[in-house]
């Protein structure tokens, strides 16, 4: 047993330090770009609902309501076009990120398996498998890889680049994994945040011809209803992962807090609310990329999602450093895999006069 540390790679986040201290240091205060963490309220639909069951003292089902996974059937049909998901097989969970974290060991993967991963991907995908004693690779399109992978891991809209694949490439690494009996897992915590394409997820007909099996979709209302401090997501697909998942966390205690289940409920019905902080996120996004596209910056993909994927053809430790210098706020896109080597993921996530705070300073 390996007791004097975790295996893992280091936090990524914690060699922000001195970019953060520098661009605190500004004048006109921090804009903070950088982790992507809502900054709007929880709209009131949700916090009275969260209220309203605070007084149940007991334990909350694993499973979830059964008015939270309707809400969550419902909302993906609605929402989204998806169809023939069964109520049975929502799971509510933790926010995403224990999930990804979790679902390769979840799942039954092991020593010897592979979890591939996208070429540029959210670090915690890369965590999961070797919390798992599994190997990644690193692949945008696994139909060419050489060997059987366990999982292929899908993520659209991306984070961090905001690329959109659609419903053909989708489709086409379903029919892929099917024949090799792969586990494939959607990340789709952006889906209903389009923007210059329409994102689908891979539990769309057109994607997946009306079957799930095999075929695992991961959701989160952190962004799209303001919920990351709630902790709020869920996961649907094939009923008999699904049930599987359910088993396990039943008895490792993984449970979504009764009143967050309320919320979810009510996040799940109110498309009013995601209209809304759709548009709050439209706007900011026009004024950051009118400003970095000004200013020097070329943004790539960024058709969706919460970020823009920007570059000034350098280093991006250099591009982190002069925006720090400009009281602006970061991630280095060598966060997200090698390939992220000179670009930056600059989030939307900031409220209206810091996001035109930011765009003033990109001109300075």
């Not at 809502?38 to 334990?59: C, K, W």
């Amino acid at each position: 047993m390996n007791r004097g540390g975790t295996g893992l790679p280091d936090f990524p986040w914690d060699s922000l330090a001195e970019p953060t201290a520098r661009a605190k240091s500004h004048p006109g205060g921090l804009v903070d770009l950088s982790v992507g963490t809502p900054v709007d309220p929880v709209p009131e639909s949700i916090r009275a609902a969260l209220a309203s069951v605070s007084e149940i003292p007991g334990y909350p089902a694993t499973h979830g309501t059964p008015q939270l996974r309707a809400a969550a059937v419902e909302a993906l049909n609605r929402r989204h076009g998806v169809t023939g998901v069964e109520p049975a097989a929502v799971l509510p969970t933790i926010g995403s990120k224990e999930l990804v974290a979790w679902l390769p060991r979840l799942l039954g993967a092991e020593p010897g398996d592979t979890v591939v991963i996208p070429e540029l991907a959210y670090p915690t995908y890369e965590v999961g498998a070797l919390l798992a004693g599994a190997g990644i690779l690193r692949a945008d399109d696994p139909r060419g890889l050489a060997e059987t992978p366990a999982i292929v891991w899908l993520n659209s809209p991306s984070n961090p680049t905001g690329r959109v694949l659609g419903a053909d490439a989708l489709r086409g690494i379903v029919e892929w994994a099917r024949e090799r009996d792969v586990i494939v897992v959607s990340d789709e915590c952006y889906l209903a945040l389009g923007w210059d394409a329409d994102p689908v997820s891979i539990l769309h007909p057109s994607v997946c011809g009306g079957r799930h099996d095999n075929l695992l979709a991961v959701h989160s209302l952190s962004k799209s209803a303001n919920l990351a401090s709630y902790r709020a997501g869920f996961v649907t697909g094939d009923p008999e992962l699904v049930a599987g998942l359910l088993a396990v966390r039943k008895h490792a205690g993984m449970i979504v807090p009764r009143p967050v289940q309320e919320a979810m409920t009510a996040a799940l019905a109110d498309d009013s609310a995601l209209t809304l902080q759709r548009e709050r996120y439209a706007r900011r996004r026009l004024v950051l990329q009118k400003a970095l596209q000004d200013n020097g910056f070329r943004i790539d993909h960024s058709e969706a999602g919460l970020y823009l994927w920007a570059t000034r053809g350098e280093d991006a430790w250099q591009t982190v450093r002069w925006l720090s210098e400009r009281g602006i706020l970061v991630a280095p896109g060598t966060f997200y895999g090698p390939a992220g080597g000179e670009h930056v993921r600059v989030a939307l996530t900031a409220t209206d006069e810091r996001v035109e705070a930011a765009a003033e300073r990109l001109g300075q």
